[in-house]
Nanobody
Framework: QVQLRESGGGLVQAGGSLRLSCAAS????????MGWYRQAPGKQRELVAA??????EYAASVKGRFTVSRDNAKNTVSLQMNSLKVEDTAVYYC??????????????WGQGTQVTVSS
């Protein structure tokens, strides 16, 4: 089994910054994509940022404000969020596509961490 443990999140005023961190542990052969999704009340879960190899991908709404970074040796991913807006308020989920062995890989999710941006 694979576990994703998130930390960070909380309440911040608009224009402020927060940093989310996520560590993967368990039966890991290697990790393909690792990143962050978010889900606001009444909305679908959406990709925020992801890193695979040397490539990164960002939602258009966060590009230039958020930065995703991975430490492959430690199986961790972080999300630095700057210039936060009220519309960034959501539950943020760590995601990892993990290869368990040569024949099996699957998607894993963290429990979610609340980010609330006040005006």
């Amino acid at each position: 089994q694979v576990q994703l443990r998130e930390s960070g999140g909380g309440l911040v005023q608009a224009g402020g910054s927060l940093r989310l961190s996520c560590a993967a542990s368990g039966s890991i052969f290697n990790i393909n994509t690792m990143g962050w999704y978010r889900q606001a009340p009444g909305k679908q879960r959406e990709l925020v940022a992801a890193a695979q190899g040397g490539d990164t991908e960002y939602a258009a709404s966060v590009k230039g404000r958020f930065t995703v970074s991975r430490d492959n040796a430690k199986n961790t991913v972080s999300l630095q969020m700057n210039s936060l807006k009220v519309e960034d308020t959501a539950v943020y989920y760590c995601h990892a596509n993990v290869r368990i062995n040569a024949w099996f890989k699957d998607d894993y999710w963290g429990q979610g961490t609340q980010v609330t941006v006040s005006s």
